[in-house]
């Protein structure tokens, strides 16, 4: 199946720095991506629906200049957590979607602590 | 809007048995497609199975199979046989066709922690 590479897969950061996030279709053209944030012992949440070489919609309540969203490429796209606070400390996850497809392939995962 | 719920927050099942996880949705939509995905510890997230809703044939996948109601909205995920390895929580999940943009948005329900024992 379709191969979504997501790096780093664990990040401590200092308080007040940015973190990015890579998300990589390896063998497929990702048409849109979509980030997703994830609290312990709960569901996915959708941050943001990104598509190839337009801005990202966010969803409601999620500050889109705190998480910068770029997707430049058919194969890219990168999630900035600008001026990381404690209370971004979570476990993010990307994912993708080829095409017209309705199948989503999603990476593995960043685990981000912020102290 | 759409929604997922999902009622079992956790189940256990023996091995070699069979467990069915429960998940019903909302929609005023007619063209949809409908997930059970698994995340086990890794963290991984698993397409287990999908169901295209103008299909009234349930689909199976091995082990798993669906129950597909479309009139009650309903989706629940039969595991038979069950495995250590099939131990994970599962995410039913809901994607709308949007139009006329095209945009897709999947929605998940609030999950099911399955535990198999041995």
């Known amino acids: 199946g379709a191969v979504v590479s997501q790096h780093p897969s664990r990040v401590i950061c200092k308080s007040g720095t940015s973190v990015k996030i890579e998300c990589r279709s390896l063998?497929?053209?990702?048409?849109?991506m979509f980030w997703y944030r994830q609290f312990p012992k709960q569901s996915l949440m959708l941050m943001a629906t990104?598509?190839?070489?337009?801005?990202?919609?966010?969803e409601q309540g999620v500050e889109k200049d705190k998480f910068l969203i770029n997707h430049a490429s058919l194969t890219l796209s990168t999630l900035t957590v600008t001026s990381a606070h404690p209370e971004d400390s979570s476990f993010y996850i990307c994912?993708?979607?080829?095409?017209?497809?309705?199948?989503?392939?999603f990476g593995s995962g960043t685990q981000l602590s912020v102290l | 809007a759409q929604t997922v719920t999902q009622s079992q927050p956790e189940m256990s099942v023996q091995e070699a048995e069979t467990v069915t996880l429960s998940c019903t949705y909302d929609?005023?939509?007619?063209?949809?497609?409908l997930f059970w995905y698994k995340q086990p510890p890794s963290r991984q997230m698993i397409l287990v199975i999908r169901?295209?809703?103008?299909?009234?044939q349930n689909a199976t996948e091995n082990r798993f199979s669906v129950n597909f109601q479309k009139a009650a909205k309903s989706f629940s995920l039969k595991i038979s046989d069950s495995q250590l390895g099939d131990t994970a929580m599962y995410f039913c999940?809901?994607?709308?066709?949007?139009?006329?943009?095209?945009?897709?948005?999947?929605?998940f329900g609030t999950g099911t922690r399955l535990k198999v024992l041995a």
């Open positions: 994912s993708a979607r080829s095409g017209r497809g309705e199948k989503l392939f």
């Open positions: 169901q295209e809703a103008y299909k009234q």
């Open positions: 929609t005023s939509e007619s063209n949809y497609y």
């Open positions: 063998d497929f053209q990702a048409t849109t």
């Open positions: 999940a809901f994607m709308k066709h949007g139009s006329p943009s095209g945009t897709y948005k999947y929605i």
């Open positions: 990104s598509n190839e070489g337009s801005k990202a919609t966010y």
